[in-house]
């Protein structure tokens, strides 16, 4: 069974600066999905950014960017120029493309708490 | 405005009564999944829909039942078979299983008292 574990609790990074979340997972499979969402103090959850397996570009969305080390299993989020905005619970989340079953179900891990500190 | 609603926002339940938790999208989405999330916990799948009239038990889906008669609505019973149902519970959908995002609704607290 796949898993995805967050090792940071809890991080904190100064307005207008870079903080990188760690996000590794463990899978047998080749081809799979990983995301980041976040969950602000409304608890609405919001996708921030996804990467598809096969693809060796790491994804970029505006100020969010992501370090995939396919061969680590690692999946790394840095967020650029971080604002008071960005403070929220951060989850990593894995995919199978494997769709039969529970296969293509998301596997979360169990979070980031971001402070922005102003 | 195409989306996902749960209600009620908030739920008081006292024990030993079921309780009903709404969820309704009008995306056009055909999976449907409910989740349940606790505090220093990612979220945990409960039960998931990949069609009308069918579904399938994901993790964490003892003492907790749903139905799913309508395409745009997933309802989640918490029954009172579950030992501890105090949460935050987050219903989500996709376009098809195969389809790769998930779209959320804001949660229902639930509490028993």
């Known amino acids: 069974a796949q898993t995805v574990t967050q090792s940071q609790p809890e991080m904190s990074v100064q307005e207008a600066e870079t903080v990188t979340l760690s996000c590794t997972y463990d899978t047998s499979e080749s081809d799979y999905y990983l995301f980041w969402y976040k969950q602000p103090p409304s608890r609405q959850m919001i996708l921030v950014i996804r990467q598809e397996a096969y693809k060796q570009q790491n994804a970029t969305e505006n100020r969010f960017s992501v370090n995939f080390q396919k061969a680590a299993k690692s999946f790394s989020l840095k967020i650029s120029d971080s604002q008071l905005g960005d403070a929220a619970m951060y989850f990593c989340a894995y995919r199978s493309m494997n769709y039969g079953g529970s296969q293509g179900n998301l596997i979360f891990g169990k979070g980031t708490k971001l402070s922005v500190k102003p | 405005d195409g989306g996902i609603t749960q209600s009620p926002k908030y739920l008081f339940r006292k024990e030993g009564q079921n309780v009903t938790l709404s969820c309704e999208q009008n995306?056009?989405?055909?999976?449907m999944y409910w989740y349940r999330q606790d505090p220093g916990q990612g979220l945990r799948l409960i039960y998931y829909s990949q069609i009308v009239n069918d579904f399938q038990k994901g993790d964490i889906a003892e003492g907790y039942s749903v139905s799913r008669e309508k395409k745009e609505s997933f309802p989640l019973t918490v029954t009172s078979a579950q030992k501890n149902p105090t949460a935050f519970y987050l219903c989500?959908?996709?376009?098809?299983?195969?389809?790769?995002?998930?779209?959320f609704g804001p949660g229902t607290r639930l509490t028993v008292l």
């Open positions: 995306l056009n989405h055909d999976a």
């Open positions: 989500a959908s996709s376009m098809g299983a195969s389809y790769n995002e998930q779209f």
